[in-house]
């Protein structure tokens, strides 16, 4: 639980210059995330964390919006989850919400089935909770195999599958963690995922 001096010190990091618009309803919420501003997105989600409830609600609601535009879909890319995603993950609840969400608001691929690895904690293999970043490199899916999900307890794993191009979400081709070799993939539409090495805890 981040304390009100962290949150203000986020809050000024992601929000200094911007021009926020008065955020009262899950519609303010909503209106500033489609404006195509990462910035702004960037800001929104910030002060939106600060309040799980309304965060939890902000997420529903963006897995609903019809045919957001494709501006949009790239900066929400670029602010949401390049930046802040693996924090978003640390709420139960917008974990179980995140694929649908990404599946309507991230910039589609329309490229080949791709090989992908990931490096994942062994207890979100065995519930198939699976994060969202995978990567065509298997020496990324190593380095958090066995970093950070090796050490958050339990082991980690390396994990291997076949993605097709319709559980892509977005590639590397716009340049965010281009050195990773990103792919944002929908987990419900995983087919078999394979343990390919082991990293005890």
């Not at 179980?96 to 990404?102: H, I, T, V």
């Amino acid at each position: 639980m981040r304390s009100e001096k962290e949150w203000q010190r986020l809050d000024s990091s992601y929000c200094h210059g911007i021009v926020v618009p008065p955020l009262e309803t899950i519609d303010d919420y909503i209106n500033a995330i489609i404006c195509s501003d990462p910035g702004l997105i960037g800001c929104i989600l910030i002060k939106a964390r600060q309040h799980p409830p309304m965060l939890i609600a902000l997420f529903r609601a963006l897995a609903a919006i019809p045919s957001p535009a494709m501006e949009c879909r790239v900066a929400f890319h670029s602010a949401a989850w390049v930046t802040q995603g693996l924090h978003l993950r640390e709420i139960f609840e917008i974990d179980e919400l995140l694929p649908a969400a990404l599946a309507n608001m991230l910039p589609g691929y329309t490229g080949p089935p791709m090989e992908l690895f990931r490096g994942e904690r062994l207890s979100n293999h065995r519930l198939r909770a699976y994060g969202p970043a995978w990567s065509s490199d298997r020496s990324i899916g190593e380095m958090f195999a066995g970093g950070v999900n090796c050490e958050a307890g339990g082991g980690g794993v390396l994990l291997r599958t076949i993605v097709q191009p319709s559980a892509i979400l977005v590639g590397p081709e716009y340049g965010h963690q281009r050195w990773e070799s990103e792919y944002i993939v929908d987990r419900r539409a995983l087919g078999a995922v394979e343990v390919i090495a082991t990293f005890p805890g």
